[in-house]
Structure formats: C-alpha cells, structure tokens
C-alpha cells in the first residue's frame, strides 16, 4: 500500500512543502508525485499529530499459566450445545431434556433459565448450553471461547436439512467438534427420518446404522420418545473423548451470559473449566471484579463449590461482563482489582489508539477517492455467507468521489456493540436478514446512527448508493 506526497498531504490538510522538508529531515529526498510507503507515510502522519496504533499482542502478565499436573485430572461433565433450523424444535428439546434431569424430579424444583444447565443422567452428568442457535455459539468462538465439546444437531424429519442446518454443519466442523443428529419430530404422521439422513450424507455426515461414523437418533421433544438414548449416546461420547480437568486448581472458565438485575446487581452465569469455584473466591473478568458472594445453581439452589464442567450463576461482581470472556480466581481481591484495572487502562488506551488509527485509515481512504467522501458501514447478517456477500457488494459500489468502509461485519441480531462502532465512525449499520436487539433502536436513535434492513442484495446496493450520493450535497 503507497500514496503519493501530494496526495497525503492533500488528505491531511498539511502543505507538501512541509511534508518533503519533514522526509528530509528523515533523510528521505521526496518530491510532491513520490510514491512513500505506509510506514513512512505513518511516520508523516505522527509527526502531524495522528497517532499510530501498536500492532501485536500484549501477554497478560498476571495471570501465570500453571503446568498441567496429570496426577491430579478427573472427569467432568461434557458440555453440550443443541443446534439448528429455526422451528426444528432446538428450544423444545433443551426443555424435554431438562425434565429427564433425575436431579430436578427429586427436588421437585423448577428449573431457570440461566444460560446453561446441569442434568444427572444415569449414565453421568451432561452439562447443555441454554441458548440454542450456531449464532451463539460462533459469538463465542470469535471471543476465543470454544467451551463446547459435543454438538446436538436438531434435524426435523418433516422438514428435512434447511439452511441453517448446511450453517450449524458448518459451524461445528470448524471448531472441530463431534456432532450428534438428533431426528426430531418422528411423532409427526409425515416424518421421514431416512430422508433425512439421507441428505445429511451430502454433508459427509453419515449414519452409523449406514456404515458411516455419525449418530443419529430419531427422536421427539413433545412425545419424549428417544431422549433417554439421546443422553446415553452423549455419555458415551464424551467417554471416548476422556473429558478431564484439576479441580484442585484456582478455578478459571467462561462467561456464558451475564445481566444487571434488580435488588441482584451483576449476575453471570460461568461455565467452570478448571478448578473449583468457592464462595469468597476473588474473581476477574474481562474488566470487571469482585468476590463471589453467592451461587445459585439452574434449580435456584445455593451452591459452595462447583468443580469443572458446571455452570453456576454468580453474584458479587463490580460490573457486567461480556458473554464469551474468560474468568479467572486469583489470590485476593486486591490482585483481583488490579488486574481488572490495568485491562481497563489498556482497553482505554486501544480505544483512543484506534479511533486515531480509522483516522488515519481514513485518510487514505479519503486520498483513494480523490480526497473526496467515505461512507463507513457496519454490516450484520444472518449467516456468516450473506454477511460476506453483502460486504463485498457494498464495497464493489465505491465511486471516485465516495468510498465505502466497511467498519466491520458480522454474523447475529445488531447490538448495542455495533450501533458504538458504526457512530464511532459516523457510519451507518446494514443489516440483512437480521433485527436489532430490543432497545437498541432507541440507543441507535440516541446515536445518530441510520440502521437499514434487507432481505435482497441489490436493494441494499441501491439504497447504499443512494447515502453514498446524500454524503456529496452540501450541508446547507
Ligand atoms: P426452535 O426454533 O428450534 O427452538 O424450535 P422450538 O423448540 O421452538 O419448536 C418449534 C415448534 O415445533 C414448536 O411449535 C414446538 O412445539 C414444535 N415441536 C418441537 N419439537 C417437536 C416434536 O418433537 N414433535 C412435534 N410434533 N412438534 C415439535
């Protein structure tokens, strides 16, 4: 990537007299039509009071990464994430299978929705994610957090595989993770499980009972036929992948969801993966802290220690953390504190350093266009293809005078994330074959920030094209 002299000092609104004399300076002889390279024209630019973000990645420091003692790992709970088309009743099994939880008959309990939940099978305990959809599960996976060792895939037998089947395919084969089918609705007059696994055969998912290496369980989340195999076949599952951890360690695992709840104050909910969490463990997340005051476990029940592989809710943090960010015990609070403290100063920092750095960008964006306009845009969609489809058709309609830049683009409903960045930008928010959270049109509106929906390409062209051109009238 180069921009010529004149170019750069036109977009910086710096004399190209001024800037030669600085190359000069450098030791660099340049005249006004010389081509300079993006580190030297970095350099101009911090030198004219544009800063510059540092690239890399800093290692947390403070938390020590402790050799694996093998001596000292047991097993633990798989943890299990249902996935698939919308309707394929996903919501239905997590709540059929909830009820098989020998655990919760006895107690009589009704179980919460805490964002995951723990159920005893005779065959062991499985631990589930409550928030069904690959949606959820590619969120966490772009934070880092792949915390899901099996994956359920729900396949209706009336409906057969649907998109987001081919998605949730997809997804889970790239995290690398066994997936188990499970044929739902067979207590519907016109289910054809064979068809169905027929058509998975097209994904090289192939039914044992075929000669292939996939399970594949006819099941019904209304009838509760087929869910105690269902359990058994992921007990056994997560058998042969030997499942272990330390629980004699400082505990340390994921958020899974996490609220601000009256009279309650920050509640998340963890998934513990190493270690056990106590009551009074000094506790940090992302950048927020604090002492564990309570647990409560999905029956509502008060819990003292949770050991690898369970999900607990938890109270006495200093903020909301972020769904996907790992959780870590240290010594004492006051580390605790300090941690979280020195992320938010860092944090701050990458923020400050990358709103001068999309100036910067800007700029050559602005030069690239002939000094003229750029449309930023924060692109959502409802699966990863359409997010990438629209991207690169929306970037194919930069103009000469109006470029167009994509901020950033992404799979799932639009968040409160995205209208920040989209106004950090003075850009505008996309979203196709999506919605915006609840409360975030509001926030948006608060923001400036235009959100446009779509369900067809070409539209959200025309229309983008159509705020291209609003950019060049005058403001009167
Ligand atoms: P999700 O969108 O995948 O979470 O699907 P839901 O669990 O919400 O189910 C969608 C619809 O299918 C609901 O009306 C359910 O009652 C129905 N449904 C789910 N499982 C079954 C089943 O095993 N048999 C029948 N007949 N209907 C089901």
Redesign the pocket.
């Known amino acids: 990537e180069s921009i010529s002299v004149s170019e750069l000092s036109q977009a910086m609104g710096v004399k190209a007299s001024d800037l030669i004399r600085k190359l000069m300076q450098a030791g660099k002889m340049a005249t006004i039509n010389a081509q300079i390279d993006a580190d030297t024209a970095a350099f101009l630019a911090t030198d004219f009071g544009y800063t510059v973000e540092k690239k890399g990645f800093e290692v947390e420091e403070f938390i020590p990464e402790v050799a694996e003692d093998e001596s000292k790992l047991v097993l633990r709970p798989p943890v299990v994430t ?1 996935m ?13 299978i909830r009820q098989a939880d020998v655990a919760a008959g006895e107690a009589g309990g009704i179980t919460q929705h805490i964002g995951a939940y723990n159920v005893q099978t005779q065959h062991g305990p499985i631990t589930f994610l409550d928030t ?2 690959h949606e959820a599960f590619t969120a966490m996976r772009q934070r880092g957090a792949q915390v899901t060792d099996l994956v359920v895939l ?1 396949v ?1 037998a ?1 409906d057969g595989v649907m998109p987001q089947t081919v998605e949730s395919i997809k997804a889970a084969k790239a995290a690398g993770v066994t997936i188990l089918v499970a044929i ?5 007059p016109g289910a054809t499980p064979e068809r169905v696994m027929q058509q998975l055969t097209e994904y090289e998912l192939v039914a044992e009972q075929w000669g292939g290496t996939t399970i594949m369980l006819p ?5 509760k ?1 087929g869910i105690p195999e269902l359990l058994e076949y992921i007990s056994l599952q997560s058998e042969v992948l030997e499942l272990k951890a330390n629980p004699e360690k400082l505990a340390a695992g994921r958020v899974i969801e996490a609220k601000l709840e009256k009279g309650r104050g920050p509640v998340a909910t963890v998934l513990v993966e190493e270690g056990t969490l106590r009551v009074g463990d000094a506790l940090v997340t992302g950048i927020h802290y604090g002492r564990v005051r309570a647990m409560m476990n999905e029956r509502g029940e008060h819990v003292n220690d949770v050991p690898p592989g369970y999900p607990v809710e938890v109270l006495g943090l200093s903020g909301v953390p972020v769904a996907g960010d790992e959780f870590n015990v240290v010594e004492d609070e006051k580390s605790a504190k300090e941690v979280a403290q020195h992320r938010a100063e860092k944090a701050r920092q990458k923020e400050l350093g990358s709103v001068k750095k999309a100036t910067l960008e800007d700029l050559f964006a602005k030069a690239k266009s002939g000094g003229g306009k750029v449309l930023n845009i924060v692109v959502k969609a409802d699966v990863q293809g359409s997010a990438e489809a629209v991207t690169q058709a929306l970037q194919k309609a930069a103009t000469k005078k109006v470029g167009v830049k994509v901020l950033d683009s992404g799979v799932g409903a639009i968040t409160e994330s995205d209208v920040l960045t989209a106004a950090a930008g003075n850009g505008i928010i996309v979203g196709f074959n999506t919605k915006p959270e609840t409360k975030v049109d509001n926030i948006a509106s608060q923001q400036g920030v235009k959100i446009l929906l779509f369900d067809i390409i070409y539209e959200a062209v025309d229309k983008i094209r159509e705020e291209m051109a609003a950019l060049l009238e005058p403001i009167i």
């Open positions: 249902v698939g088309h919308v309707d394929h009743g996903k919501t239905s099994l997590l709540d059929a069904p959809g729900v209706a009336d739902n609705k067979i207590d519907k099941v019904s989340a209304r009838t036929q």
